[in-house]
């Protein structure tokens, strides 16, 4: 026997009253029988998603405005605030009618404020390729003090380096968190400072508008809480990712135009720590490029045998 049909529900008629029990908006009507046809979230256009910062999200946050067309259910409006509005919608259904009226009166459109400019961004990640002999040798070896080789702090320094095949893979999860970070270490600041400076500005931003500042509050979700042990993972990636920049630079398979470069060393103190500090000097496309390569620390004192032990015994 052949399946019986199943009627489909008919659309539910949109109820008036609903715009102020559930805070939506008529959007458009039919114009010969004046049957609303759309209705949007109030809550969306006004005040956007609200993001819990303490969950970890996948993906970006919604940016679009939620929209009923043709069925205008009720449960389908709770569900949507509940999930994506809970704060406000609680507030909202504590209010009485007539100051659910006036709820959204004195609100200025969340299109219309910085917040969806601040928080642009999409939610891609940053993927990098490291050579074994960067994380291996650099990395691993030669930024640890013999005594820690091995050790948890070691270990957990190379946590963010994957071995893949014949390679390092990096993925940076926030790259926008990553960026801020590198522009950030790029002005001196320490990792402690750093961390403490983007756990506040996550919080705030400062709206300049001629000779005034006004300080609002924004939180900024697309930077997360940071650590000055979560800097740190920035830094040894970024130094991983400017040396393997500089050996494409230097392969002449993958760079003809690099015909000729040089080393220059130096050793100098800062804070009461010894480095080797080594530049590379290298000539590519008709311009000479001077590139920090790495500061070696120095455990002993920068005496002529331990910077160059084969001139020191020659």
């Known amino acids: 026997m052949p399946k019986a049909a199943t009627k489909k529900p008919a659309s539910e008629a949109f109820i008036p009253s609903h715009t102020s029990t559930y805070g939506v908006k008529v959007m458009d009507t039919c114009p010969t029988t004046h049957r609303v046809l759309s209705v949007r979230c109030q809550f969306c256009i006004y005040f956007g998603v609200e993001i819990d910062p303490t969950k970890i999200r996948k993906r970006g946050p919604k940016t679009t405005t939620m929209a009923w067309i043709g069925s205008f259910r009720c449960d389908k409006y709770t569900e949507h605030h509940d999930r994506l509005h809970p704060a406000r919608w609680a507030i909202y259904k504590a209010c009485s009618s007539a100051e659910k009226t006036r709820f959204f009166d004195d609100v200025t459109p969340l299109a219309n404020t910085m917040l969806p400019h601040v928080n642009v961004g999409s939610a891609a ?3 990098f390729d490291i050579r074994l002999p ?15 080789q091995g050790g948890i702090t070691q270990k957990r320094a190379l946590k963010s380096f994957k071995r893949v095949d014949d390679h390092y893979e990096v993925v940076i999860p926030n790259r926008d968190e990553f960026r801020l970070v590198v522009k950030n270490l790029s002005g001196g600041m320490s990792f402690r400072q750093l961390s403490v400076s983007m756990t506040i500005s996550r919080r705030f931003w400062v709206l300049h508008s001629n000779c005034d500042s006004f300080l609002i509050r924004t939180g900024v979700s697309r930077i997360g809480n940071l650590t000055d042990m979560k800097v740190a993972s920035y830094a040894r990636i970024v130094l991983a990712r400017s040396l393997q920049l500089i050996t494409t630079i230097l392969d002449p398979q993958k760079n003809r135009s690099a015909w000729a470069f040089s080393l220059a060393n130096d050793a100098s103190t800062h804070y009461g720590r010894s480095y080797l500090d080594n530049r590379i000097r290298v000539h590519v496309d008709g311009k000479l490029h001077n ?6 620390p120095m455990y ?8 160059s032990p084969r001139r020191a015994h020659s």
């Open 125 to 127: 990640t940053f993927k």
């Open 291 to 296: 590139f920090h390569l790495v500061a070696i």
């Open 300 to 307: 002993e004192a920068h005496r002529r045998e331990h910077v």
């Open 134 to 148: 960067i994380v291996d040798c650099f990395i691993g070896d030669m930024f640890f003090h013999p005594d820690d």
